[in-house]
């Protein structure tokens, strides 16, 4: 087993961050003005450029490596939080910022009726986002959510200035709760998706994932469904 430091691990790309791969680092150069000059506005620039230019589609696939595969996620430009993180934590590696994920069980208190629904709880298990060593210490930063789609749920966007945490808030403009954390989980140098789709097997009933995956499979990824025009719960 290959001993790595820390730098060298969360500066490496893998299988699934693959920010090796030439569209990521295209990315990158489109992005940031000068990467490497300063990486706290590489990393605000980078954040931005996820949270809104990848649509929030909590139906996005997830069982397997390749799903959460950061090139793959740019090029749908959809996915939901994993994903998002995933692709965000490959840009910033890309870029040379020591990057990393973590997972938090969280409870959406405004999530979809459909969502709800589907799901059989309003709780999301391994809830995923990104951290950037900037300045000395590690940075959260949760890109799942675009502008507009906080917009609509009536929720102030999440702003990341490099140097705080950003998560997601705790009620909406209306004071409402809205997100609330659970559970840690701890951080991870690459997607666990086999901790991932156990725990979720585990909370969502495993017939029900094997439900939603012989769903993608039999369609060919593509979930049908529009989060977008969902029926918003109060």
């Given at each position: 087993m290959i001993d790595f430091t820390d730098d060298e691990m969360y500066l490496s790309p893998t299988a699934i961050i693959d920010s090796d791969h030439e569209d990521i680092q295209a990315y990158v150069r489109k992005t940031v003005a000068n990467p490497g000059s300063d990486p706290v506005s590489d990393a605000m620039a980078l954040y931005y450029a996820v949270r809104d230019g990848i649509w929030y589609d909590p139906y996005y696939p997830f069982y397997l490596p390749a799903h959460y595969r950061a090139s793959r996620v740019?090029?749908?430009?959809?996915?939901?939080?994993?994903?998002?993180?995933?692709?965000?934590?490959?840009?910033?590696?890309?870029?040379?910022?020591?990057?990393?994920?973590?997972?938090?069980?969280?409870?959406?208190?405004?999530?979809?009726?459909?969502?709800?629904?589907?799901?059989?709880?309003?709780?999301?298990?391994?809830?995923?986002?990104?951290?950037?060593?900037?300045?000395?210490?590690?940075?959260?930063?949760?890109?799942?959510?675009?502008?507009?789609?906080?917009?609509?749920?009536?929720?102030?966007?999440?702003?990341?200035?490099?140097?705080?945490?950003?998560?997601?808030?705790a009620y909406n403009m209306e004071n409402q709760k809205f997100m609330e954390y659970v559970a840690y989980h701890g951080i991870y140098a690459d997607v666990p998706v086999d901790v991932i789709v156990a725990a979720w097997k585990e909370t969502y009933g495993k017939d029900r994932v094997r439900k939603w995956m012989t769903a993608l499979e039999q369609s060919g990824g593509a979930s049908g469904r529009n989060f977008d025009k969902e029926d918003i719960v109060e």
């Open positions: 740019l090029k749908s430009g959809r996915g939901f939080c994993i994903s998002k993180a995933s692709l965000l934590c490959a840009l910033g590696r890309a870029c040379g910022i020591p990057s990393r994920l973590g997972f938090a069980t969280v409870r959406n208190h405004l999530a979809t009726r459909q969502l709800i629904e589907f799901m059989g709880t309003d709780q999301f298990v391994y809830h995923g986002f990104t951290e950037f060593c900037l300045e000395g210490r590690w940075v959260k930063a949760t890109p799942a959510f675009n502008a507009a789609l906080c917009e609509r749920h009536r929720v102030n966007p999440l702003e990341f200035n490099g140097r705080e945490d950003s998560i997601f808030h």
